[in-house]
């Protein structure tokens, strides 16, 4: 069997590269015809290409699989220094990441061009750039935004194109969850490139400037570390929210493996409505919390074994709020998916809860884990109601359809239970379960700031 990481890529994807690696080739013979300074010494381009290898390897990492460093101040810097065939070089050269299944050749490949790509067009834009505006001293900051503002259009289109291609996700929706708030970070930061390169050439400390070079690198790696621990800490409040549902579908045998069974059906009813795989992803976030609120909810009443009174239903019905709650200290990580827990019980009609909306107010998502919801409460059975075969509930989705449920998603539901989906049976579910998150591969919902550029690797 061909290990993954020799194996190829999408077709669309390879071709995408391949036309990348010839406009990167072209582009690499173009340079080495502009009039430039003599070559570097080869201890200028160690010293050079060593650090930006070493900034590679201080990412961070972002939504659809993204991830930011501070490589893109050591390219601008080199950009300064070089003629403008050589910070292209570095840029594809100075790559040191192993191979492996969940990073094959491909993703490298993607990496090293599309950063080659930006550099190069980054020093083009340079070179003319100081050749065109002729402001003193200002001439140089002009210059160096500028090139900046190329080098970060370049390098965000080409990862925008590949997510694009890899995904089906919107550009809008992969430029807002990705990039538009490192625009500010390229601009505001190009000036500290320029300083970096006149450093190294002006030597601030002792006789060589790699020294202020370094100290310099030094603060930026400090600046990294800060915001790789605040995704540690959103990882692990993920963690513990998920460790919660966890041991809320273990209290009972008629809730085992609830809320992922549940995010298992929403993912494939929000792929049939023609939802992308971003929102699929966070429908599939959403449908595994959206019973966290029961986690205050007594268990003499979660887990009554006869009908509840009418004061133990109302006691229940607060879970939809009560979830909202508990997930408000970290409502920014869980915005887009705090509808699906707090509405997944409103009805089509109008006579859910908790705010009674009807139709189309009711948000998608949540009318898609409503339904999802539904159908493995109705198979899976509780301790008062016996279990219903895979043809009644489905015969009961459709007979609500219009008053319960959303009709036109009810349609696609059945389509979708026609094609006899893993899901369709409780049991034979249960039975194929081996990992936290069936089906599909639940990110966590936390977004990452920083200073710097990114490099994408392929989904």
């Known amino acids: 069997m061909q290990p993954q990481s020799l194996a190829l890529p999408p077709r669309p994807v390879l ?42 390897g201080t990412w961070i990492r972002l939504p659809f699989s993204a991830y930011i460093s501070h490589s893109f101040i050591i390219l601008l810097a080199s950009i300064v220094l070089f003629p403008p065939w050589v910070p292209p070089l570095l840029a594809l050269v100075f ?25 190069g067009l980054s020093a083009l834009a340079w070179y003319y750039l100081n ?17 900046s503002a190329v080098f970060f259009a370049v390098n965000v289109g080409l990862v925008i194109s590949v997510i694009r291609l890899s995904s089906g996700a919107p550009v809008r929706k992969i430029w807002a969850s990705n990039f538009s708030w490192l625009s500010s970070s390229y601009l505001l930061l190009s000036p500290v490139a320029l300083f970096l390169a006149n450093a190294y050439s002006k030597p601030l ?78 429908i599939a976030y959403g449908a595994r919390i959206h019973d966290i609120g029961k986690v205050g909810i007594p268990d003499d009443v979660l887990l009554k074994p006869v009908r509840l009174t009418s004061q133990e239903f109302e006691l229940i019905k607060s879970h939809t709020t009560r ?16 509808p699906i827990v707090l509405y997944h019980h409103e009805r089509w009609d109008g006579r859910g809860y908790p705010e009674g909306r009807a139709g189309d107010a009711i948000p998608l998502w949540a009318r898609i884990v409503c339904i999802a919801d539904a159908y493995e409460a109705m198979t899976a059975g509780r301790s008062y109601s016996p279990p219903k075969s ?55 919902l936390s977004r990452s700031e920083s200073a710097s550029v990114t490099s994408q690797e392929l989904s």
């Not at 979830?323 to 705090?338: D, N, Q, S």
């Open 15 to 56: 071709i995408y590269i391949c036309i990348l690696t010839a406009i990167l080739a072209g582009l690499l013979y173009g340079l080495t015809l502009l009039p430039s300074k003599s070559a570097p010494l080869v201890g200028d381009l160690l010293f050079w290409g060593l650090l930006l290898a070493w900034s590679y």
């Open 95 to 119: 790559r040191f990441k192993k191979l492996s299944n969940s990073y094959p050749w491909y993703k490298d490949l993607f990496n090293r061009v599309q950063y080659g790509l930006s550099t």
């Open 131 to 147: 050749s065109t505006f002729h402001l003193g001293e200002l001439t140089s900051v002009v210059a160096i935004i500028g090139t």
């Open 205 to 282: 400390v002792g006789d060589w400037g790699g020294f202020t070079v370094l100290a310099f690198m030094v603060v930026f790696y400090f600046s990294r570390f800060y915001w790789d621990e605040k995704v540690k800490l959103e990882d692990a409040f993920n963690a513990t929210i998920d460790t919660l549902v966890q041991a809320l579908d273990a209290k009972d045998n008629f809730t085992r493996l609830h809320s992922e069974r549940v995010s298992a059906i929403a993912v494939d009813l929000a792929k049939a409505k023609g939802l992308d795989e971003a929102d699929r992803r966070k």
């Open 323 to 338: 979830g909202v709650e508990i997930l408000k200290p970290a409502a920014r990580y869980f915005k887009e998916v705090l």
């Open 390 to 444: 895979p043809q009644r509930a489905m015969q009961e989705l459709e007979d609500l359809a219009g008053d319960q449920f959303d009709p036109e998603l009810v349609k696609l539901f059945k389509e979708i239970w026609l094609q006899d989906p893993i899901w369709k049976d409780r049991e034979v579910f249960l039975r194929s379960y081996t990992s936290p998150v069936p089906l599909s591969e639940l990110p966590s």
